[in-house]
């Protein structure tokens, strides 16, 4: 019997070792995409670091521009390719899913790098302001590559509070969040996992994030002498009921004293235009028809004047 335990035990440590060995190879450059394509983990690298982290190391170089451009998937799609048009811009667009939190840890890093800065420009869909921590794309998009960066700290601790909450002490630990970022096939276990157990946060009201973080820009900005200028991109007709629905809320939040009028500089564009009913489909990404309607936004701002649309 005692045999028989020492074979298992055996066992048991070689099959560990095994896949602390895979493990390993998941997250080297040579083997990563063998791995990910054998446990079928490709597509869990589309979208998350593979997107933020690049904009938070670009957001500690001096790189001669003056101007942030920050944004959703909307002004990914649209703006987010014209940088070699508008080398004073620095055009960091992300996805809606880094959500209003994230996008002041990337507005903080490039101010802070920056000290010549003078504009701060986010644009997003009005839907898009309330995005949360969610299990769909939150923790891959708004957690995963600030932990690695070392710049979730520029949380408030509260914030930090509804994250460890949400998603738990282990997907917060930098060693463990490395270990996801860097393997696919972590990052499908993990994500699988997380998914399995929590809904992810639901917010007290559209605004909770925005009340905090666009109004700490905003005085950030301030204290800087940067102006801010929180836009919103255009919006599908098929939208349209929704979007003023979202307005009705608009006044009572703290959101609403960094740009009183920002759905009133909302503008609508023909619901054939869009294919999912909030981004452009591709014939109509271009030039002719995306410059019009920035101009129906930004009326005769100076980014008009200034941004080149290529």
Known sequence: ?????????????ILIVLLMGL???STRGYTSPLLAMLTDSEDYGIGG????????????????????I?????????IGGLQEDN????????????????QYIIAKEYLDSHPDATDVYLFVLPESIGRTYDTEWGYQYAVLPFITTDTISDLENETLGIITNTYGKLYMN??????VEKSLVNRKIALNSLRDRTDGYELSNFYELSDIYLTKLNDLCKDKGVKFHFCPCPVSEEKKEETL?????FKDSKTYSVNPKFYKRVIYY??????DGAHLKYEYRVKDYVEPLFWGIMQDGEFMQTFNFG
């Open 49 to 68: 670091p593979e997107d933020v982290v690049p904009l938070i190391n670009r957001a500690h170089k001096g790189d001669g521009t003056t101007k942030l």
């Open 70 to 78: 920050l944004g959703d998937s909307f002004a990914d799609q649209t």
């Open 1 to 13: 019997m005692r045999k028989l335990y020492k074979n298992l035990f055996g066992l048991i440590l």
């Open 23 to 25: 493990d390993f190879l």
């Open 174 to 179: 930098k060693t463990f969040a490395t270990l």
């Open 270 to 275: 023909p619901a054939d235009w869009s294919g």
């Open 87 to 102: 080398p004073d811009y620095a055009i960091m667009t992300s996805n809606a899913a880094v959500t209003m939190a994230g």
């Open 245 to 249: 629905e979202l307005a009705t809320s």
